[in-house]
T-cell receptor, first 112, second 114 residues
Framework: AQSVTQLDSQVPVFEEAPVELRCNYSSSVSVYLFWYVQYPNQGLQLLLKYLSGSTLVKGINGFEAEFNKSQTSFHLRKPSVHISDTAEYFC??????????FGSGTRLQVQP | DADVTQTPRNRITKTGKRIMLECSQTKGHDRMYWYRQDPGLGLRLIYYSFDVKDINKGEISDGYSVSRQAQAKFSLSLESAIPNQTALYFC?????????????FGPGTRLTVL
């Protein structure tokens, strides 16, 4: 079985401040990890993914995430956020051939 | 034109009615998925299809059925709608070559069951 826990349902932050969105996973097999973003009134789009190799993964819009196997975490970070980053962010995991399992989401609210 | 389209975009119906949500894609992808999104619960997988003859139940398939009419079309049916099926429904596609994890989502269908 595989599961994802997003520890924060909402994260308020001021513009140009750094942000970290937390994600922990569990899986009985090797995992692939993802972050998706959902802008208001839109479907989800892929932000970044970890399949293998370097544990630091860079994605679109200046986001990056670090895979930490010992802590079973895949936290998303951005050094300086913009108003346009306001959205809901979903961490997801896939183990083996199974389809993706999504976390409950973290709403990032960037304030001026 | 959008690559993944969903119809209708909004639907209000009554308990007990049969509802069909449709998804079409022009991406040429072999894999298609149906999810529902509820506040605080994220996205939960209802059904997925790896090709026309390969359909699989997701974590919350009870009360739903699907039909993969062609590679480009994947429909979700609620045989007898109930209020707790009120949710935002998303269709998604993916391609074997890019991997099943780079999923492309439609704009969603907001379904309200009264």
């Amino acid at each position: 079985a595989q599961s994802v826990t997003q520890l924060d349902s909402q994260v308020p932050v001021f513009e140009e401040a750094p942000v970290e969105l937390r994600c922990n996973y569990s899986s009985s097999v090797s995992v692939y990890l993802f972050w998706y973003v959902q802008y208001p009134n839109q479907g989800l789009q892929l932000l970044l993914k970890y399949l293998s190799g370097s544990t630091l993964v860079k994605g679109i819009n200046g986001f990056e995430a670090e895979f930490n196997k010992s802590q079973t975490s895949f936290h998303l970070r951005k050094p300086s956020v913009h108003i346009s980053d306001t959205a809901e962010y979903f961490c997801a995991v896939r183990g083996g051939r199974r389809a993706l399992t999504f976390g409950s989401g973290t709403r990032l609210q960037v304030q001026p | 034109d959008a690559d993944v389209t969903q119809t209708p975009r909004n639907r209000i119906t009554k308990t007990g009615k049969r509802i069909m949500l449709e998804c079409s894609q022009t991406k040429g992808h072999d894999r298609m998925y149906w999810y529902r999104q509820d506040p605080g619960l994220g996205l939960r997988l209802i059904y997925y299809s790896f090709d026309v003859k390969d359909i699989n139940k997701g974590e919350i398939s009870d009360g739903y059925s699907v039909s993969r009419q062609a590679q480009a079309k994947f429909s979700l049916s609620l045989e007898s709608a109930i209020p707790n099926q009120t949710a935002l429904y998303f269709c998604a596609t993916s391609d074997l070559l890019q991997g099943p994890d780079t999923q492309y989502f439609g704009p969603g269908t907001r379904l309200t069951v009264l």
